[in-house]
T-cell receptor, first 110, second 113 residues
Framework: QQPVQSPQAVILREGEDAVINCSSS?????VHWYRQKHGEAPVFLMI?????EQKGHDKISASFNEKKQQSSLYLTASQLSYSGTYFC???????????FGQGTRLTINP | ETGVTQTPRHLVMGMTNKKSLKCEQH?????MYWYKQSAKKPLELMFV???????ENNSVPSRFSPECPNSSHLFLHLHTLQPEDSALYLC????????????FGPGTRLTVT
C-alpha cells in the first residue's frame, strides 16, 4: 500500500526550514528519500533503516519513528537548489522493492 | 550522471508499433528496476530483476515485456500499446533489496499516438 506524504506542496523563501512527512500503514524496515527536479531523474538523498542505521546527505536530516511507521525529512536553511519534488519510498523486511509516496513539491523562492 | 543510462530519451510510437527501451548500469549492481511515472502520479514499480531473475511483476499488462540478459542490462519491449501508456519510464539499479539506495537513469519519455 502506498505511503502518504504531507504536505502535498510547500512554498518557502530561501533560508527557511521545511519538514516533509511520510506515513505508512505497514510495518516498515526501510524508508528512502529521493528528490526529483523537473525533467530529471530522482536522486537519492537518505535511507533510514529499522534499528537506527542511517545513510545519507550531509545537509539533510531525517527521522524514522518505527512505532508509528512514520518518517520526516528535515531541510534546514533551504537553498534555491532544494526545489523539486520529494518522494519517500518504503520497504518491508525482506522486500526486493520500494513503494513510493505521491510526492511533495517544494518551491524555494529568493 | 548516476551511472545508469537509458536509450532512447524520447520515443513516439503508434499503437501497432513494436519498440524497445534499453537501460544499462555501470555500477556493478545486482538489482534492476523498471518504473512508470505518469503526470501527477507517484512512481509505479513495474518489474524487479535480481541477479538476472525476475522477482517482481507488479501486475503489468503483457504488452510490456521485460528482458534482463545480464546484471548490467535491462530492456523493456513494447507492443500494441495504448495512449494511456504514455509516460516517463525510469530504470534504476541497486546493490539489491529495499535496504539499499536506488540509482535512477534519466528516463525515456514515451508518447503513444
Amino acid at each position: 500500500q502506498q505511503p502518504v506524504q504531507s504536505p502535498q506542496a510547500v512554498i518557502l523563501r530561501e533560508g527557511e526550514d521545511a519538514v516533509i512527512n511520510c506515513s505508512s500503514s505497514k510495518a516498515l524496515y526501510s524508508v528512502h528519500w529521493y528528490r526529483q527536479k523537473h525533467g530529471e531523474a530522482p536522486v537519492f538523498l537518505m535511507i533510514l533503516l529499522k534499528g537506527g542505521e542511517q545513510k545519507g546527505h550531509d545537509k539533510i536530516s531525517a527521522s524514522f519513528n518505527e512505532k508509528k511507521q512514520q518518517s520526516s525529512l528535515y531541510l534546514t536553511a533551504s537553498q534555491l537548489s532544494y526545489s523539486g519534488t520529494y518522494f519517500c519510498g518504503t520497504g518491508v523486511q525482506g522486500a526486493q522493492k520500494l513503494v513510493f509516496g505521491q510526492g511533495t513539491r517544494l518551491t524555494i523562492n529568493p | 550522471e548516476t551511472g545508469v543510462t537509458q536509450t532512447p530519451r524520447h520515443l513516439v510510437m503508434g499503437m501497432t508499433n513494436k519498440k524497445s527501451l534499453k537501460c544499462e548500469q555501470h555500477l556493478g549492481h545486482n538489482a534492476m528496476y523498471w518504473y512508470k511515472q505518469s503526470a501527477k502520479k507517484p512512481l509505479e514499480l513495474m518489474f524487479v530483476y535480481n541477479f538476472k531473475e525476475q522477482t517482481e511483476n507488479n501486475s503489468v499488462p503483457s504488452r510490456f515485456s521485460p528482458e534482463c540478459p545480464n546484471s548490467s542490462h535491462l530492456f523493456l519491449h513494447l507492443h500494441t500499446l495504448q495512449p494511456e501508456d504514455s509516460a516517463l519510464y525510469l530504470c534504476a539499479s541497486s546493490i539489491g533489496g529495499a535496504n539499499y539506495e536506488q540509482y535512477f537513469g534519466p528516463g525515456t519519455r514515451l508518447t503513444v499516438t
